[in-house]
């Protein structure tokens, strides 16, 4: 199993560019698709984006897409998380996650497994 710590956070004002990044523990960590979800005042957590454990399968919400790139270094046990063209709407605390499986079920925070503690991003308008 992989411990997750998640960085990069901050303050942006919109229309900037951020990346946070999530370090994994363990041997294993290249074995695991690796996901982003993010979590804003009063609302559940939802899926931002995941990427396969080669890093050949990437997939994205449609709010975030053509302006967010996941990316993964195998070699450095990270994973990360490209955010460009920042909103308001994407203020919320972003949370590095773990599954066994590249599946349906990655859309979901049911489909994963290990959680990082979170990183704040706020974006200022």
């Known amino acids: 199993q992989v411990q997750l710590v998640e960085s990069g956070g901050g303050l942006v004002q919109a229309g900037g560019s951020l990346r946070v990044s999530c370090a994994a523990s363990?041997?294993?960590?290249?074995?695991?698709?690796m996901g982003w979800f993010r979590q804003a005042p009063g609302k559940e957590r939802e899926f931002v984006a995941a990427?396969?454990?080669?890093?050949?399968?990437?997939t994205y919400a449609d709010s975030v897409k053509g302006r967010f790139t996941i990316s993964r270094d195998n070699a450095k046990n990270s994973v990360y998380l490209q955010m460009n063209n920042l909103k308001p709407e994407d203020t919320a605390v972003y949370y590095c996650?773990?599954?066994?499986?590249?599946?349906?079920?990655?859309?979901?925070?049911?489909?994963?497994?290990?959680w990082g503690q979170g990183t704040q991003v706020t974006v200022s308008s």
């Open positions: 363990g041997r294993t960590f290249s074995s695991y698709t």
């Open positions: 990427i396969s454990w080669s890093g050949g399968l990437t």
């Open positions: 996650a773990a599954a066994k499986y590249y599946s349906r079920a990655i859309y979901s925070t049911t489909g994963f497994d290990t």
